[in-house]
């Protein structure tokens, strides 16, 4: 049986009463039954951000570009892999299959060049359901390879995203751990880096090994490492010296063992915010890199290779370059919208009070 104060109506003397059974832990004022929210954990912040309707926006966006990747990549890529076995070849397993099958292949050329979209017309002709979007210069589908051509968008933004993820955590992290002159010697290395403008590097990267889309990925993730490095090294600078992380090393706890259960993971939510608005901005820049050349190669479908086409044809079919750019202005839009909800949901200092 626990004991509960209160103070009496006539003076400062404080009386000690027994608690009634059963009423152990709860706050006054609050109805019996309710626990206290928790403000942290994933739940809390799936929570949030489904009360926002600005990021589940973003996240409407974001899940329908990646299921647009995923069926383009098992398109494209699986079945290009299944096909070079003669049991899936029997069965007409091919590069493109469902596309050929349901609709039309993103690189074949079955249709008259620059048809503008359905219901308008050009000096070429009058656009049908068959091409609801126009066909390109030479005359493929533009809807087709818009939708195929988010494998590339979504895979260089994810996949170079996480490398820089990674490799700016490890380092921030040890970085901001051991300080000193293991501080001063990553930190040295990652401002040599960042003081690289950003397409330079990445260029210098893929002059260096190549110009295909490999090299442009890795190109990216190296030129995000400082970004991250500097985040989460400002947050470990504050968060090994909590009690918690005292008490572990205070246990014996190796250091490695510290940085990995504790360190890292109550410095990671400002990362993982700069991890979706650096995915934007990595579709922007390869797309920027396919523009000029670099990345996917025709007839590989990409966005920025469209429009680098389009250019030339601006004046017959304007369209052909508007929808390319659409394409990635929503894409870009999104994520960074739905980073936005997830800073707001992550964020102590934006919860409600």
């Not at 003397?13 to 706050?27: K, L, Q």
């Not at 699986?78 to 049991?87: C, D, G, N, P, T």
């Not at 933004?157 to 051991?178: E, K, P, W």
């Not at 290395?189 to 210098?204: G, K």
């Amino acid at each position: 049986m626990t004991v509960a104060t209160r103070r009496s109506e006539t003076d400062d003397v404080v009386e000690s009463t027994p608690e009634e059974p059963g009423r152990s832990g709860r706050t006054e004022g609050r109805p019996e039954g309710r626990e206290i929210e928790a403000r942290v954990g994933w739940r809390y912040t799936l929570r949030e951000v489904g009360r926002d309707p600005t990021a589940m926006a973003g996240l409407l966006v974001v899940g329908v570009m990646t299921a647009m990747a995923v069926f383009a990549t098992v398109d494209a890529v699986v079945f290009a892999s299944l096909a070079r076995f003669e049991v899936f070849a029997r069965v007409g397993v091919r590069q493109y299959w469902i596309a050929e099958t349901l609709w039309v292949s993103p690189i074949a050329e079955p249709s008259p060049r620059l048809l503008p979209p359905v219901g308008m017309e050009n000096q070429f002709g009058r656009g049908t359901w068959a091409h609801p979007l126009g066909t390109d210069d030479r005359g493929r589908d533009i809807l087709a390879r818009i939708v195929y051509g988010s494998r590339i968008a979504i895979q260089v933004g994810i996949v170079s995203t996480l490398l820089g993820l990674v490799g700016g955590v490890l380092v921030g992290a040890v970085a901001g751990y051991y300080g000193d002159l293991v501080d001063d010697a990553l930190m040295r290395a990652v401002e040599t880096l960042y003081a690289i403008p950003f397409l330079v590097l990445v260029l210098a990267v893929m002059a260096a090994f190549g110009r295909n889309l490999t090299f442009a990925i890795l190109g990216v993730g190296i030129a995000s490492i400082p970004t991250f490095a500097r985040l989460i090294r400002s947050r470990v600078l504050s968060v090994r010296e909590a009690d918690y992380v005292e008490a572990a090393r205070a246990a014996g706890v190796r250091d490695r063992n510290i940085i990995r259960r504790h360190v890292v993971p109550n410095s990671f939510a400002p990362v993982l915010v700069q991890a979706t608005l650096q995915v934007g901005y990595s579709i922007i820049v390869v797309a920027g890199l396919s523009f000029l050349g670099f990345g996917a190669q025709p007839p590989t479908p990409s966005w920025g290779q469209m429009l680098s086409v389009s250019k030339d044809y601006m004046i017959q079919n304007v369209w052909f370059s508007i929808w390319p750019g659409l394409a990635i202005l929503v894409t870009v839009v999104g994520f960074n919208v739905f980073g936005d909800g997830l800073r707001d949901a992550l964020d102590p200092r934006l919860q409600n009070e």
